[in-house]
């Protein structure tokens, strides 16, 4: 029998179904974020200053940013940024979905060096966690997603779904010891 002291960490993460942005969609999002609605430069202007001399590209960005809910107007000149143009920004990603939020629980070393890679184990929950351990930091998008995937395959974001946010919950964790 194999035991490992670990740390049983709740967490909270967002999904949503995702397109990644193009350089269209950068810099578009860009220009309404930079210059003042009523004072931004068409689309001939930006394609131009960017050395591709196709507005087309642009135009065709820009029926996509607005049928996404980007931004807050189809006229590229009065247009804000809606939410979604800042997460667009922020991610990456156009987002072409809603959000939506999931909660698991996982299992990691407590030296923070791995996750427990096991679909099936035993665990014995010991005390709550005091303090976030000095690897907290370190937990991202990419280890929480490689634990997914041994404990809980289930729960993995479907084909097209990104994580957008995660949310660890340090004042809900235990110390444990699993065992297999």
């Not at 049928?67 to 990603?93: C, P, S």
């Not at 809980?152 to 297999?180: D, F, N, Y």
Request: aromatic share 8%; with cysteine.
């Amino acid at each position: 029998m194999t035991e490992l002291n670990c740390i049983e960490i709740p967490l909270d993460y967002s999904v949503a179904t995702c397109s990644r942005a193009t350089p269209f969609h950068w810099a578009l999002l860009t220009a309404v974020q930079t210059f003042p609605a009523g004072d931004r430069p068409d689309f001939a202007a930006i394609a131009e200053r960017l050395h591709f001399h196709e507005p087309a590209f642009l135009a065709q960005a820009w029926i996509e940013l607005c049928d996404q809910a980007a931004v807050t107007h189809k006229n590229f000149n009065q247009a804000e940024l809606h939410t979604k143009g800042h997460e667009a920004l922020r991610l990456g990603y156009l987002l072409t979905s809603e959000v939506n939020t999931r909660r698991v629980t996982l299992v990691f070393g407590a030296r923070g060096d791995r996750c427990v890679e096991r679909r099936e184990f035993d665990l014995i929950q010991g005390a709550r966690l005091r303090t976030p351990p000095v690897w907290a930091d370190a937990l991202d998008i990419e280890r929480v997603l490689t634990a997914m995937s041994f404990q809980m395959p289930s729960q993995m974001p479907a084909a097209g779904e990104r994580i957008i946010e995660l949310k660890l919950r340090w004042a809900e964790a235990h110390e444990a010891v699993a065992t297999w």
